[in-house]
């Protein structure tokens, strides 16, 4: 659970009927084209400006994270996994600023569990994971450690509901199939482009694609091929979690049967206060193998959420691994 300082929360009082329904369209994808903030602005009966002084002012006061794309790492040519180590107390601070300093590190956070420091890692599929990971335990003195790669993906990217009401607006839908074609260089460079800021200007990717030596029809053709890859997930507005209201949110892990992984996993993906579940391998010291994040208001219904979840799976061992501090929040840039 990651403990709320006081600071965020009230922000979401300064959202109108009108930056609630765009936050919420907004974060499943604009579209593709030269003029997307008008196309966007027709769907929801807003100007243009009208869509891009929003943006600017929910962006300006934090609730706006980003405006950016959001690739498959795994049909980029890529592996994720995710590791805890077991630091010493004394010596947490320092390690877990060697782990952030890594630019394959997107996400590094203090939890309350004898595994203490959990970080993500995403490197080309060409290197060994699991022998960077052993490399870098040993560099930082770290005697036990999780490699936990994703086994299965059972949900992910579903956007935050600015209503507060946990609406599922986004689910994520079938994918295409695995791409057969490897990829080019114009689409290497194509998402070397997209992992930009993307302007809250008239014609966006005109700008962004000027800057590189390109223009934004090109840029457009080559993005709308990886999307309907499912290379590129989406180019979207992304929320400061917080800021929006959403004060509380945990890791939970739970203890599952592999013959009842599957069950489990799809049951868990349903919770309508689950962002994101995985499978992921089970050791002997930590037989945890479905791993969840659960979002809420405040830490009393997160509690109840979680507790609801674990009535409705069955009876599985889980346990709520609380986020004592936040060290690293970033993308890995691809292709860097």
């Known amino acids: 659970m990651e403990r709320n300082d006081g ?7 300064m959202l109108d009927a009108h930056d609630i329904a765009l936050l919420n369209r907004a974060q499943l994808g604009l579209p593709v084209e030269r003029k997307p903030f008008d196309v966007l602005g027709e769907e929801l009966q807003m100007s243009e400006e009208e869509v891009l002084e929003r943006l600017k002012r929910l962006k300006r006061i934090g609730i706006v994270r980003s405006v950016s794309a ?9 592996r994720s996994a995710l590791v805890a180590f077991s630091v010493e107390s004394k010596h947490l601070t320092d390690v877990a600023s060697v782990i952030s300093s890594l630019p394959f590190v997107s996400h590094n956070y203090e939890r309350d569990a004898e595994f203490n420091l ?32 994703t086994l299965r993906t059972f949900k992910i990217g579903v956007a935050l509901d600015a209503s507060l009401r946990f609406g599922n607006i986004f689910e994520k839908s079938d994918e295409p199939p695995m791409p057969k074609r490897d990829l080019a260089e114009d689409d290497i460079t194509c998402i070397r482009i997209l992992q930009e800021e993307l302007p809250l200007t008239s014609a966006p990717f005109d700008e962004l694609a000027k800057a590189h ?11 709308k091929i990886l999307l309907s890859e499912g290379r590129l997930r989406r180019v979207a507005v992304f929320v400061n979690h917080k800021r929006l209201g959403y ?19 799809k049951a868990l993906a349903a919770v309508k206060q689950v962002s994101h579940c995985y499978h992921r391998p089970a050791y002997p010291e930590w037989q945890f193998s479905v791993y969840t994040m ?8 997160l509690q109840k959420a979680v507790e609801e ?5 069955g009876d599985y061992k889980w346990r709520m691994l609380l986020s004592v501090r ?3 929040k970033a993308r890995v840039k691809f292709f860097a």
């Open 309 to 313: 979840a674990a009535s409705i799976v």
């Open 213 to 223: 030596g390109k223009n934004g029809e090109w840029l457009i053709e080559r993005a």
């Open 118 to 149: 959990w970080f993500t890692i995403t490197l080309p599929s060409e290197i060994d994971m699991e022998a960077e990971v052993v490399k870098l335990a040993l560099e930082c003195n770290v005697h036990k450690w999780l490699f936990l790669p």
């Open 326 to 328: 936040e060290f690293k």
């Open 247 to 265: 004060n509380a949110n945990a890791l939970v892990v739970w203890s599952v049967p592999n013959e009842e992984v599957e069950k489990v996993g």
């Open 294 to 301: 659960f979002h809420s208001v405040d830490e009393k219904s």
């Open 7 to 13: 600071n965020f929360g009230c922000l979401k009082e």
């Open 70 to 78: 959001s690739f498959d790492a795994s049909r980029l040519g890529y």
